[in-house]
């Protein structure tokens, strides 16, 4: 069975890089972040990278299969050549796909692309086939360009969603609009993945009113390493939740 799931959350820098590191690893699937923006500090690509257990990680075989060459990542901004930005099948294994488009400026795609001179083509933003963990930026409303959502790809692609939220004050609004977002797209989504201290009437209202299901909760990892969140992710989520 094909494994396909998207990931995105309620808000930006809530832990769902972190998350998909997990789940990535958990089901030994590749990782796709289509746009990367902001390139000074680590890019969510090198996060799940260094989170990945070392047996996974295999961002050269990926970079190789799409035809990109060198592994090494530009500091500029850049944009895969047509028809060569990913596989036509996702490899198989804890692989790092690489970004459609990196983006120097740390902003919203939209803006990023044209403080950066660059326009993005939904067209290169089609997943390949096969196990494949997509992993958006900041929320589900975030704009790709002036005219179009992450929403509004997710309802193009019928990919499963995973929903991050956090488990702090105001989380119930933000969690709630997200999924109704999603929904009113006809967006399929797999599950909710919380993060951070329990906060059980949260996380139960947020699924019972939401209507969606909960997979579990990641507790805050710390020191995090590879191993201590592999080991977090399989004591809180079960992994048939995911097949």
Excluded at 30 to 53: F, H, M, N
Excluded at 185 to 209: C, M, N, T, Y
Aim: net charge negative.
């Amino acid at each position: 069975m094909t494994r396909r799931f998207v990931v995105t959350g309620t808000d930006t820098g809530i832990g769902k890089t972190v998350f998909s590191a997990a789940l990535a690893g958990a089901l030994h699937i590749p990782y796709w972040k289509p746009i990367q923006s902001g390139l000074e500090e680590e890019t969510d690509s090198a996060t799940v990278a260094r989170l990945l257990p070392a047996r996974s990680v295999g961002r050269g075989t990926a970079r190789e299969a799409s035809g990109g060459g060198a592994t090494t990542a530009p500091d500029g901004p850049s944009v895969s050549p047509p028809g060569c930005h990913l596989p036509t099948a996702a490899p198989q294994g804890g692989s790092i796909l690489p970004e459609a488009y990196r983006l120097k400026t740390p902003a919203s795609p939209h803006l990023a692309a044209e403080i950066d001179g660059v326009t993005i083509d939904p067209e290169k933003l089609t997943p390949p086939e096969g196990d494949l963990l997509i992993e958006g930026a900041g929320g589900a409303l975030v704009p790709v360009t002036r005219t179009l959502l992450y929403a509004d790809l997710f309802a193009r692609w019928q990919i499963p969603v995973i929903v991050c939220a956090r488990t702090g004050l105001g989380t119930i609004n933000h969690s709630l609009l997200t999924i109704e977002a999603l929904t009113s797209r006809g967006v399929p989504i797999h599950g909710l993945a919380f993060l951070g201290d329990r906060q059980e009437d949260s996380e139960a209202i947020i699924a019972d009113l939401g209507g969606v299901r909960r997979l579990g909760r990641l507790p805050i990892v710390d020191p995090l390493t590879p191993e201590n969140l592999a080991a977090a992710f399989a004591s809180n989520f079960e992994l048939a939740d995911f097949r």
